[in-house]
T-cell receptor, first 113, second 115 residues
Framework: EDKVVQSPLSLVVHEGDTVTLNCSYEVTNFRSLLWYKQEKKAPTFLFMLTSSGIEKKSGRLSSILDKKELFSILNITATQTGDSAIYLCAVFDSGGSNYKLTFGKGTLLTVNP | DSGVTQTPKHLITATGQRVTLRCSPRSGDLSVYWYQQSLDQGLQFLIQYYNGEERAKGNILERFSAQQFPDLHSELNLSSLELGDSALYFC??????????????FGDGTRLSIL
């Protein structure tokens, strides 16, 4: 059974802090790892990672994948209250009956002013 | 706005009933995915359709079924509803059939409440 574990489950920080969210995984046939941000409604796509060691960056957010150690991190620098959300990590398994995207339970980030 | 449209936004019904959730994918996307999100289980993959054909199946109950129509919109049918079916149901879409090579973009979901 595929497994995606995120830590911490929740995090409270002050505006301007830097945070690191973790995602570890166990899947049969790794294809890609994705990060999503979920506020009140739809998860919105942040990053897709397929290769180890290559950082993806978008503004204050960045992410990197380690396929040897089976984990990824999502960094957010100079946090703002608008970054408050649940951050979801998902891994795509392309093997046989496991062919699907498996999500972790998410990290709830609260950024206080 | 992801471009994925789901209706209705909310649905309240009783145990034993049947409901239909509808999804229109982003323009140009041929794959539609259905997910169930509950507080204890997180986001769970149910089923994928690509260009009208079933492509992959997840933890979808036999009481649930889906289809994708020639205009590419999809419907998820839930029957013999139980209290435990109360959840947020998301639809997502992507351009091709390879779910691992392209990000899926999600609609705003349908909140189903069973009384």
């Amino acid at each position: 059974e595929d497994k995606v574990v995120q830590s911490p489950l929740s995090l409270v920080v002050h505006e301007g802090d830097t945070v690191t969210l973790n995602c570890s995984y166990e899947v049969t046939n790794f294809r890609s790892l994705l990060w999503y941000k979920q506020e009140k409604k739809a998860p919105t796509f942040l990053f897709m990672l397929t290769s180890s060691g290559i950082e993806k960056k978008s503004g204050r957010l960045s992410s990197i994948l380690d396929k040897k150690e089976l984990f990824s991190i999502l960094n957010i620098t100079a946090t703002q209250t608008g970054d408050s959300a649940i951050y979801l990590c998902a891994v795509f398994d392309s093997g046989g009956s496991n062919y699907k995207l498996t999500f972790g339970k998410g990290t709830l980030l609260t950024v206080n002013p | 706005d992801s471009g994925v449209t789901q209706t209705p936004k909310h649905l309240i019904t009783a145990t034993g009933q049947r409901v239909t959730l509808r999804c229109s994918p982003r323009s140009g996307d041929l794959s539609v995915y259905w997910y169930q999100q509950s507080l204890d289980q997180g986001l769970q993959f149910l089923i994928q359709y690509y260009n009208g054909e079933e492509r992959a199946k997840g933890n979808i109950l036999e009481r649930f079924s889906a289809q994708q129509f020639p205009d590419l919109h999809s419907e998820l049918n839930l029957s013999s509803l139980e209290l435990g079916d109360s959840a947020l149901y998301f639809c997502a879409s992507s351009p091709g059939d390879d779910g691992g090579n392209q990000p899926q973009h999600f609609g705003d979901g349908t909140r189903l409440s069973i009384l």
